[in-house]
């Protein structure tokens, strides 16, 4: 349904982000206007960030010094760049535009996924570069896609864990971080639609996959526009970087140890935590997009148990782990839409 309610810019929790209350039954349009944000009121100092990363680097180990480098390995970086072999001091790096933004893809022995992912979004102007999670202890990574393509990055893990889609990358350069899987397809505008709500609420999650997960219940998209959401699926959903030092705070070991041992819940997770230290759920910003590979996700095998009964008890359990003090707010009844 349409509805006269304007959305507007914020970065504090408690302004409200609607010019009236958009709660009824279905799920309203909602007309979007870019105004930039001040950033005198950052919700996250970049001093807070630098300090938080300096700790994390320091943690890693052996990281005084490394050649420029295309391939990132966890925890260690060892290296080896194709037009370059001289060494630097490593530094964080600065923000490199706010026009643009960083593509973290999960991709698992998925070779022609991964080859057409590639191919596909390299050409959008605004994407800076590509990060390629790669956690296949048994493979060597396959450096054929530095080659071909000169905006892929390989960060190597040391083994297959879902949370490492969401490990801190300190070669960052943007701010804005899109977490995708190699079988979700749009084109570079929709996608630039995405950055342009992210830029306006740089503190929340914006996605074009919604879903929701109340009372101990995981919901699928048939039960949205009843149900409202409070999950954009990582799929496809941007969100700022310093979520990614967030994630691996200890104080959610708990989250990420339910992850690791089920292979599931990793994007209920990141959405719970957002909420967590935001204190508002995602927007939801439809689009068209393709999923190329309807057969299953990477991770969907029964080895784990019951797919939907694990993400019903995620649901369940990160509620009460995360909110269980503050309580959660009330589900979304609003999408973006005419960016």
């Known amino acids: 349904m349409k509805k006269s309610c304007n959305f507007r810019t914020t970065i504090r929790s408690s302004d409200p982000l609607l010019s ?30 630098w300090f938080i990363i300096s700790i994390l680097l320091v ?33 964080i790096p600065d923000i490199v535009s706010e026009d643009s933004y960083s593509i973290i893809v999960n991709s698992f022995r998925r070779r022609k996924l991964l080859r057409s992912f590639l191919h596909h979004y390299s ?20 450096t054929w896609v530095l080659e071909e393509f000169p905006k892929a990055r390989l960060v190597r893990y040391p083994k297959d864990s879902l949370n490492y889609r969401f490990h801190p990358i300190p070669a960052l350069q943007t701010e804005a971080v899109l977490s995708a899987d190699d079988d979700i397809r749009t084109e570079c ?19 074009a996959i919604p879903r929701t997960g109340v009372k101990a219940k995981y919901h699928r998209k048939y039960e949205v526009s009843s149900l409202g959401y409070n999950i954009v699926l ?32 990793e994007d209920i997770a990141m959405n719970f935590i957002i909420i967590r230290e935001s204190g508002e759920n995602p927007i939801w910003v439809p689009f068209d997009l393709e999923d190329i590979n309807m057969g299953g996700g990477i991770h969907l095998s029964g080895a784990h148990g019951n797919h939907f ?23 979304r009844r609003w999408k973006i839409t005419n960016v």
């Open 234 to 265: 990582t799929k496809f959903s941007m969100f700022h970087r310093n979520y990614l030092t967030s994630y691996f705070k200890s104080d959610y070991d708990f989250i990420r140890n339910r992850v690791e041992s089920i292979m599931n819940c």
């Open 189 to 207: 505008k929709n996608m630039d639609k995405l950055h342009e709500v992210w830029r306006s609420t740089p503190k929340l999650m914006v996605g």
């Open 123 to 142: 050409k959008c102007e605004k994407v800076h570069l590509i990060y390629i999670c790669w956690s296949d202890s048994e493979r060597e990574p396959e």
């Open 59 to 91: 943690s890693l180990g052996h990281l005084s010094q490394t050649d420029i480098t295309k391939v990132f390995s966890f925890p260690i970086l060892p290296i080896q760049h194709r037009n370059a072999t001289h060494s630097v001091d490593l530094y």
């Open 20 to 49: 009236e209350d958009c709660s009824e039954s279905s799920i309203d349009d909602v007309s979007f206007q870019f105004h930039p944000v001040d950033k005198s009121l950052s919700w996250f100092s970049h001093s807070s960030y």
């Open 309 to 331: 009964e694990n993400r019903n008890k995620c649901v369940e359990d990160f509620t009460t782990f995360l909110f269980n003090k503050t309580g959660m707010p009330q589900t």
